[in-house]
């Protein structure tokens, strides 16, 4: 990159399944502030606001020119983006390369979504072919109910081990003051709830959250003049594919798929042999159980098929030496336009040493 670029400062509000106390506007403006207050900065000190949702979970467009007043675009160069679950991520990967590229120094970036105020059950079952993607009616719950069928019969898991990181998120999460669920569950309460589409039971998926996050964005000289300890980006990746049925059935195929491709290609770019023993906590985006598993894998952890063994021996725990999703993760929150860049901004407060109860016991220096 031409410039060096780090996360300055950050916020996020408090997550729930109902906030009938704000509007859209309200809600993101309360992720901008507390951005603002943690960097030690005004709005008027920020160059371009990047703004991510998914606008068709609400049913409303063009975001980023009707919250202008609770974003603080007014007048200034932006752009809306959306790609799905990932638009979170995608916005904070827009900023590095606008501040990168030495067109802005400050870079403010919100990600939000208000699900109460639309029906995303409604869109996402939209998302399967009607005819390539029948036998995935249910939409997210039938992709990841094939992951865990097919994970179990290649591999020999159970239903238990999806059911452990169903309990590792959730108690993690009553740690994190933001986060939405809070459970006091056990293996036996996740493998007891309701069923949705074997294997994956309630307990098994993500919430529906509303909430916002915001992170700031600035080039080397700001950072060092203004950020008490900035996070740094060392290195960033993005691939994509469509996903087809076969993506998520085939989970013992060596096929190269997108996200085993993006962390191959990063920890290249980083001269990372063992990831395991490089990083020292990993947030990463598990809408259920059963792809922290098979993600654990994609992303060199483990070998393929002992996924379900690092979270059986706990190996994945706050306290473990692999920590995974100390924050309570997707699982416990997923807030879908900020629930990418929640990861991120989770990531930077461990490296800050700032992440209060759900702090790893190690000290965080690669995330």
Request: aromatic share 8%.
């Amino acid at each position: 990159m031409k410039r060096n670029v780090a996360i300055i400062g950050g916020g996020q509000t408090y997550h729930k399944a109902r906030r009938h106390d704000v509007d859209q506007a309200e809600l993101v403006n309360e992720a901008v502030r507390a951005a603002l207050a943690d960097a030690d900065m005004t709005m008027d000190e920020i160059d371009l606001v990047l703004l991510g949702n998914m606008e068709f979970f609400e049913g409303v467009h063009m975001t980023d020119c009707w919250l202008v007043h609770g974003t603080g675009a007014y007048g200034r160069p932006g752009l809306k983006i959306t790609t799905g679950g990932t638009v979170g991520a995608t916005t904070v990967c827009a900023g590095v390369h606008h501040v990168a590229s030495g067109l802005f120094d400050r870079v403010l970036c919100i990600g939000f979504e208000k699900q109460e105020e639309g029906d995303t059950g409604a869109i996402l079952s939209g998302v399967a072919h009607p005819l390539w993607g029948r036998s995935m009616a249910g939409a997210a719950v039938g992709y990841f109910a094939m992951m865990g069928s097919s994970y179990m019969a290649a591999w020999g898991a159970g239903e238990e081990h999806s059911a452990m990181v169903a309990v590792k998120a959730r108690q993690n999460a009553r740690k994190n003051k933001y986060a939405h669920l809070k459970l006091d569950i056990t293996i036996e309460d996740a493998l007891n709830s309701r069923m949705l589409s074997y294997p994956i039971r309630m307990l098994d998926m993500c919430p529906a959250s509303n909430g916002a996050c915001a992170v700031i964005l600035a080039d080397e000289k700001t950072a060092k003049k203004r950020c008490r300890k900035p996070v740094w980006f060392r290195a960033m990746d993005t691939a994509h594919n469509e996903q087809f049925e076969l993506d998520w059935r085939e989970v013992k195929t060596e096929r190269p798929i997108f996200s085993k491709v993006c962390a191959s290609r990063m920890y290249k770019k980083l001269g990372v042999t063992n990831p395991a023993e490089h990083f020292d906590v990993f947030e990463i985006y598990e809408p259920a159980t059963w792809a922290e598993l098979v993600w654990y894998e994609d992303l060199g952890l483990c070998r393929p098929g002992e996924g379900f063994r690092l979270v059986e021996k706990g190996l994945t725990n706050m306290d473990g030496p692999i920590p995974v999703n100390p924050s309570g993760g997707v699982l416990s929150t997923n807030c879908i336009g900020a629930s990418a860049m929640l990861r991120i901004w989770e990531a930077a407060l461990q490296i800050r040493g700032d992440a209060e109860e759900h702090q790893v016991p190690k000290e965080a220096t690669h995330d």
